[in-house]
């Protein structure tokens, strides 16, 4: 088996052979046609997968290669795994949606590294970026995310709602738009409206929210509403939020099957 | 010339032969191994590519497509023009780096969209994403961002030094991880400094701090410091910053002629 040695512009020695590796990478929201070729070119060149079996199966599977597929609430777990495979001389490639480095897997290795003794703790990690699910997101209705933003995760499992809602506090209150990740989920129906609350207080009911379901596969569905229209009911765990700072506009859908534009324009009044 | 259609899961209409379009698209950051499929594919069914000059050099020509490269400044002029091709009835691809929907041409282009009367407010715009710099700078140290953050431009051109100031403070207040852009110009030497200012009324002077100069190019240099270290001299427009937040931990380098990594763990304390 040939080594696949990807160019790096900025001086990191190419990996020997039998040196083992992980390779975090990011294969995008759902869809082919966002996979980097910096990305392929890893996949094929690791001898084995690991990841959460939904992501495992988006990738092509080789014959030789190694897939270690498992469930997705063990990041951790499959992070040391991953590291232990490569302490005995395997190439890894640790599989991500969107972009490994934004909500995802790449936090999670990096934790189990830094967490680990020997030769496990020794470990080269690198990380191979991948399109976040807002940007695509945003890019299916225009650019809501043209000037200054937050990216949020709403998700309390792993930190205190107190500093959930100071964040949305501050950036709705600095006129930041905002890209929120795990909204809601079937155990978690609250916060979502608390949260909308927080923003009420800060933004007019009119205020642009793209509601963006599973973009990229199948079932998406990206729809334009408003902070007052918003039906957080059908916000899922699979929905992507993006709600608009105080100058993010929307033009009406014309009448060639269009849908309505969002866009946060690069100006600022009072420039 | 046969029409590329790219396969959209969201309901879109496909392009008729002879009705002109712009699509925005994203190269990502300089080297072709993050361009998408995607955005090849919608670069190889352009009638016209438009955009500044150093980004559609980097388009392979092809015969029978027109180019139009033009200065960085114009970007209004730049997109207005797209229109006025598109309502003539051309497949126009404007040209980005980076991704366009982040501090790029697509709000350009729907500034335009939206001041356009007659056919050029007419026109279908789509926006085609790429990975944006913040994702391939936090990817060569780890994962910095790897939870809550804040995505904002230094440069007061088109926005008051006021907004900006306020955006830092409670991004830096709600201990966001920060991601900037345009930190800094030959013209714009004070702002950095004054914006480190900000931060370190918040941060303890040893929050890491990843300065990404170029990424991508033969000219990237990825270093990783501390806000107190941070020297704002070496900083230039080609430069982006990820400021950590009090979380963001730095895993020093080991023998393997590695560097030192930079993440952000999931977790937060007290949840």
Redesign the interface.
């Known amino acids: 088996m040939s080594l696949v040695l ?2 790096t ?2 001086g ?2 190419a990996r020997s052979e039998g040196a083992g590796s992980v390779t975090v990478i990011g294969l ?1 929201p759902a ?8 990305a392929q ?1 890893e996949l094929a060149g690791a001898d084995v997968l690991v990841g959460y079996e939904t992501y495992v199966d988006r990738v092509a599977s080789r014959h030789g290669q190694q897939r270690f597929a498992t469930d997705n609430r063990v ?1 951790a777990d499959r992070a040391r795994h991953a590291l232990d495979l490569a302490a005995g001389g395997s190439r890894v490639a640790v599989v991500s949606s969107g ?6 897997m ?3 290795v ?2 189990a ?2 967490d680990a003794d020997g030769a496990a ?2 470990v ?9 699910a807002m ?2 997101a ?3 209705v ?12 709403l998700s ?5 709602w ?2 959930i809602e ?2 949305l ?3 709705a ?4 738009a905002l890209a929120l990740y795990n909204p809601a989920s079937k155990g978690r129906r609250d916060q979502l409206a608390q949260a909308i609350g927080v923003l009420r207080r800060h933004r007019a009911p009119q205020t642009p929210v793209v509601v963006a379901r599973a ?4 079932a ?3 729809t334009v509403t408003t902070l007052c229209g918003l039906d957080v009911d059908v916000v899922d765990m699979r929905t992507l939020l993006i709600v608009g700072s105080s100058t993010t ?1 929307i ?1 009406s859908a ?6 309505d ?1 969002v ?6 009044p ?2």
């Open positions: 990807v160019p512009a900025h990191r020695a995008g869809g082919a046609q966002w996979l980097t070729p910096e070119a990041e972009d490994p480095g934004i909500f995802a790449a936090s999670a990096l934790e590294l830094d703790g020794d080269e990690v690198r990380v191979v970026p991948g399109l976040s940007q695509v945003a890019s299916r225009g650019a809501p995310l043209g000037h200054d933003f937050a990216v949020l995760s309390d499992i792993l930190k205190p107190a500093i100071r964040r506090e501050a950036a209150g600095a006129d930041m973009v990229g596969s199948d998406e569905a990206v506009r033009i014309n009448g060639a099957g269009g849908r534009r866009y946060t324009p690069r100006s600022y009072g420039s």
